[in-house]
């Protein structure tokens, strides 16, 4: 069964007038098919269809309207039912008062349990037939544990999702609702690709955390129909070990680890993130570039490898960049005076957290200023080291495993290409195709869709040229699409 959505409506509109509009639907219609090639479970785009018609938008919010086309993207999944279908039914709020529209119809909760339950998990409903409880709890259990294998999948291709309310969370446990998505460029586990995010909430690191407080509002929303201490108790058992196994298996064989399953292979995973982490490391491409890493001890192609790897980590200018402060000095200095003059009214406008990233910056900033880029470089070399060292040892471990070194090696190498992603939709690769598009050029989204159709390389009958380039927007150079992003869109911002 197929559900299909023309999507008409950007949830970004202040207008209320209902339009969607090309940039937008591009981005959505590009990055469902991205998930979808990648292996995440997510909603289809069948179509993207625009038109003459246009409508003003304020992109940034910024007072700088323009005119933009309308368009529709036809969405396909299962269905779009979300958590927040079920909230519908909620009583009033104890901060604002407000309830939802069908607060006290239980009748109609039991009808839409009913429904989704007979149709999209039949095996549950014919196993628990005579025990509606049962029946229910069933079916949250897999709810959650699809919830945390997909986020577990997000958090693998470094994908953020931007907008994690209950009213963008499948009830299949799909990735649904594209909007100010990103994939992650320099690793930063702080990430987050929405511009009106202020507070970090959606931010890269808090993604499982938050799916996990969506499930704790659907079981709250079903109830009586699940009791609240049974939901809990499923969710409190499943969420964590379901993410955590998922995860890990995942990043097992994104770093060809193919024959054990250490305890010791979490610290393992934990540094290389802290270590992309210090460095700045590309998070897509540095992944891919562990597959041609020299196991052997004394390779004479270890120093390549490692001069290979410093190119994928941020150059002083980039971070220079990335950690720029984001308020007038004479505004962070009235905001800390507030502080400490009246703490109570400086807690309540919620700006504590904001506060504190800025201050991170300006020292930041500091400690890059005094810098030079040779100190750099020996710096990420040595954080590399490090762990390539306890890597090695790692694979030294697998290697025993096996009975067949030369076996073993083509096996490593082909479970990493195929878990470890050449190209995603970085969003300067999505912004250039968009303002080809929106001169009348849609070419270029073409070529980018069937890029991200063939996103592993060396796969077997990959019909896209793994070298395959496009114009920079910027500068008109040409660059690869699995480059990273240039100076100009490092710290690009998308709505």
């Not at 909603?43 to 246009?54: I, M």
């Not at 082909?414 to 009348?440: S, W």
Request: aromatic share 10%.
């Amino acid at each position: 069964m197929t559900s299909m959505r023309a999507a008409l409506f950007n949830p970004e509109v202040r207008q209320a007038d209902g339009r969607k509009v090309l940039r937008s639907s591009i981005r959505e219609f590009l990055c469902s098919e991205a998930m979808f090639h990648l292996g995440v479970p997510t909603t289809r785009a069948g179509a993207c269809v625009t038109s003459e018609s246009t409508v003003v938008r304020d992109v940034f919010y910024d007072g700088n309207p323009k005119y933009e086309q309308c368009t529709v993207v036809l969405r396909i999944a299962s269905t779009f039912i979300r958590f927040g279908s079920f909230e519908i039914f909620k009583s009033a709020d104890e901060h604002t008062g407000r309830a939802g529209p069908s607060v006290g119809r239980n009748d109609i909760r039991v009808q839409l349990l009913d429904y989704v339950i007979s149709s999209f998990y039949p095996e549950i409903q014919a196993a628990h037939a005579s025990d509606r409880v049962q029946r229910n709890a069933a079916f949250f259990r897999e709810v959650t544990r699809r919830t945390a294998w997909m986020v577990a999948e997000w958090q693998c291709v470094g994908f953020c999702h931007g907008v994690l309310n209950t009213d963008n969370m499948s009830i299949l446990g799909l990735t649904i609702d594209y909007g100010p998505f990103g994939f992650l460029d320099r690793y930063d586990p702080d990430h987050v690709c929405n511009a009106s995010d202020n507070t970090g909430r959606y931010a890269y690191s808090k993604q499982p955390e938050v799916c996990k407080w969506n499930l704790q509002k659907l079981a709250e929303a079903l109830q009586p129909e699940l009791p609240l201490e049974l939901g809990e108790a499923i969710l409190a058992e499943e969420f964590d070990a379901e993410f955590q196994r998922h995860y890990m298996q995942k990043m097992r064989r994104k770093l060809g680890l193919v024959q054990l399953e250490l305890e010791e292979d979490r610290a393992l995973v934990s540094k290389l993130l802290e270590t992309m982490h210090l460095t700045g490391a590309d998070f897509t491409n540095t992944f891919f570039l562990l597959s041609s890493f020299p196991v052997e001890l004394e390779s004479p192609g270890l120093a390549e490898f490692l001069a290979r790897l410093m190119e994928q980590c941020a150059s002083l200018e980039e971070l220079r960049l990335a950690f720029r402060p984001q308020m007038d000095p004479r505004q962070l200095s009235m905001m800390l005076m507030l502080a400490q003059s009246n703490p109570q009214l400086f807690a309540l406008m919620g700006t504590r957290a904001g506060i504190a990233r800025e201050l991170e910056r300006v020292e930041q900033q500091s400690r890059l200023e005094q810098l030079s880029m040779a100190e750099l470089q020996s710096r990420n070399q040595g954080h590399w080291a490090d762990w390539l060292q306890a890597y090695r040892a790692r694979l030294d471990k697998d290697l025993e495993g096996a009975g067949d070194a030369a076996a073993w090696q083509a096996e490593r190498v082909r479970v990493m290409h195929a878990n470890n992603p050449k190209y995603v939709l970085r969003n300067y690769i999505a912004q250039n195709a968009i303002e080809a598009a929106e001169r009348g050029d849609f070419s270029e989204v073409r070529r980018v869709l069937k890029l991200l159709e063939n996103p592993y390389h060396c796969e077997a009958g990959a019909a896209t040229d793994p070298e395959a380039t496009e114009a920079d927007g910027a500068d008109g150079r040409q660059r690869s699409y699995s480059s990273k992003p240039p100076l100009w869109a490092a710290e690009l911002c998308v709505t």
